[in-house]
C-alpha cells in the first residue's frame, strides 16, 4: 500500500488549495478513503471521507462548507478541495485508505500552512 500526497504549501488566509493523493498497491475504488490532519503539537484529526464509489461524503463540523473531498477510480487519486482557508487550518494532511475506525493505511503526508 502506497498513499502520496502533494499540492500543500503557502496559502493566505481566505485562499483556497487542492489536495491530490495517488494511491497504489491495492484495488482503489475497492476502499472507502479518508483525509486526515495533525497540526503541530496536537493529536490527528479526521476531517473527511468518502465512499468507494464517491457517492457518499461526510466533513467534520470544522470544515463543512469549505473543503470538498472527491475521488477518480481511473485515476487511483483522492483530492481534496480547501476553501475559505484559516490559520486553525494549518497542519499535515495526509490520505487514508478507510473511514473511521476502519482506517488502516495512511500517507507520509503533505504540509499546509495558512498565514498571512
Known amino acids: 500500500v502506497l498513499l502520496v500526497e502533494s499540492g500543500g504549501g503557502m496559502a493566505q488566509p481566505g485562499g483556497s488549495l487542492t489536495l491530490s493523493c495517488v494511491a497504489s498497491?491495492?484495488?482503489?475504488?475497492?476502499?472507502?478513503m479518508s483525509w486526515v490532519r495533525q497540526a503541530a503539537g496536537k493529536g490527528p484529526e479526521w476531517i473527511s471521507g468518502i465512499s468507494r464509489s464517491g457517492d457518499r461524503t461526510q466533513y467534520v463540523n470544522s470544515v463543512k462548507g469549505r473543503f470538498t473531498i472527491s475521488r477518480d477510480n481511473a485515476k487511483n487519486t483522492l483530492y481534496l478541495q480547501m476553501n475559505s482557508l484559516k490559520p486553525e487550518d494549518t497542519a499535515l494532511y495526509s490520505c487514508a485508505r478507510g473511514w473511521g475506525i476502519g482506517i488502516n493505511a495512511k500517507g507520509q503526508g503533505t504540509q499546509v500552512t495558512v498565514s498571512s
Open positions: 498497491g491495492f484495488t482503489f475504488g475497492s476502499y472507502d
